[in-house]
């Protein structure tokens, strides 16, 4: 079965520093895959999505992600990191040709920005 | 991307009772999603709701204790029935994009005391 694994729960950065969240996936034939962010006391809003063709993904907020099959990786990252910045990050996954159109999740990687 | 929103945005309920959260989407969509985020936890699929059928559930989730409605293709209803505190949780709902996304509604945050 599929699955998402997001290394670190937490991840601290400086504010203007590099943000790098990771995400692998599991399955060998590569899936859609997604990052989205959950801001405190709001529901989850979709940064980027990976399909098809450039691997290299630009989302919203300065934020993208580049897809390596290779390495079976969806790793997020952003140049400078900002204070609004601070929440969680889920990377999920949804198989090709699944007509149940399920995502399955990551755990999670909730982003502190110091000032 | 669908505009979705829910009611009650958050309720505090006693044990034993039930609540029924409303999900309404501004486009008409066939594959509309629940999903149930426990504390500090990631999301678990509750059950998938197309319009004219029942709604599958996931392991672990039985109708009895989450009935869902989904009468037409812009609204969907979960219940969550007789609660308990292990039901306090974040609900959120969701609808299917072209590609597998999935665009969700701002969550119901449920304490049951």
């Known amino acids: 079965a599929q699955s998402v694994t997001q290394l670190g729960s937490h991840v601290s950065v400086s504010e203007g520093a590099l943000v790098l969240l990771r995400c692998n996936y599991s399955?060998?034939?590569?899936?859609?895959l997604f990052w989205y962010v959950q801001y405190p006391n709001q529901g989850l809003q979709l940064l980027l999505k990976?399909?098809?063709?450039?691997?290299l993904v630009k989302g919203i907020n300065g934020f993208e992600a580049e897809f390596k099959k290779s390495e079976t990786s969806f790793h997020l990252t952003k140049p400078s990191a900002h204070m609004s910045d601070a929440a969680e990050y889920f990377c999920?996954?949804?198989?090709?040709?699944?007509?149940?159109?399920?995502?399955?999740f990551g755990s999670g990687t909730r982003l502190l920005v110091r000032p | 991307s669908a505009v979705i929103s829910q009611k009650p945005s958050r309720d505090i309920c006693q044990r034993g009772t039930s609540l029924t959260i409303q999900c309404q989407v501004d486009?008409?969509?066939?594959?509309m999603f629940w999903y149930r985020q426990q504390p500090g936890q990631s999301l678990t699929l509750i059950a998938t709701?197309?319009?004219?059928?029942?709604?599958?559930?996931e392991s672990g989730f039985v109708i009895d204790k989450f009935p869902i409605s989904r009468p037409n293709l812009t609204f969907s209803t979960l219940t969550v029935s007789n609660m308990s505190p292990e039901d306090s949780s974040i609900y959120l709902c969701?609808?299917?994009?072209?590609?597998?996304?999935?665009?969700f509604g701002p969550g119901t945050r449920l304490t049951v005391l």
């Open positions: 486009s008409q969509v066939t594959m």
């Open positions: 969701s609808v299917a994009g072209a590609y597998n996304e999935q665009f």
């Open positions: 709701a197309n319009q004219g059928s029942e709604a599958t559930y």
């Open positions: 999920a996954v949804s198989d090709r040709g699944d007509s149940s159109y399920k995502l399955i």
């Open positions: 399955s060998s034939v590569p899936p859609y």
């Open positions: 990976y399909t098809t063709g450039a691997t």
